[in-house]
């Protein structure tokens, strides 16, 4: 089981940056994957940015240039790096880590809000 808690969510003026940190605990015997998704009001939870155990780490279009994810696996912690915010990355940002079996785990999320 892993347990999965973000911190660094926030009110940002647009233009601005903020960094969000998951720390993780626990094991799975099949980890695939770890990265950051967020939900906007009336939305879907959309992916932001994924990083394989690789070390690869994909973004869709729309974050890249912008937002940056890394890893540190000493310190079993995620980050996500978001700069030049706009008032439509207001959202609530969810740490996720994937296992090859597909079984999801999320962490309660935190809130990020854009706005002057």
């Known amino acids: 089981q892993v347990q999965l808690v973000e911190s660094g969510g926030g009110l940002v003026q647009p233009g601005g940056s903020l960094r969000l940190s998951c720390v993780r605990s626990?094991?799975?015997?099949?980890?695939?994957?770890m990265g950051w998704y967020r939900q906007i009001p009336g939305n879907q939870r959309e992916p932001v940015a994924i990083i394989h155990n690789d070390g690869i780490t994909n973004y869709p279009p729309s974050f890249q240039g912008r937002f940056t994810a890394s890893r540190d696996n000493a310190k079993n912690m995620i980050y996500l790096q978001m700069n030049n915010l706009k008032p439509e990355d207001t959202a609530v940002y969810y740490c996720w880590e994937g296992s090859l079996s597909a079984k999801n785990y999320w962490g309660q999320g935190t809130q990020v809000t854009v706005s002057s």
């Open positions: 626990g094991t799975i015997s099949d980890p695939y994957a």
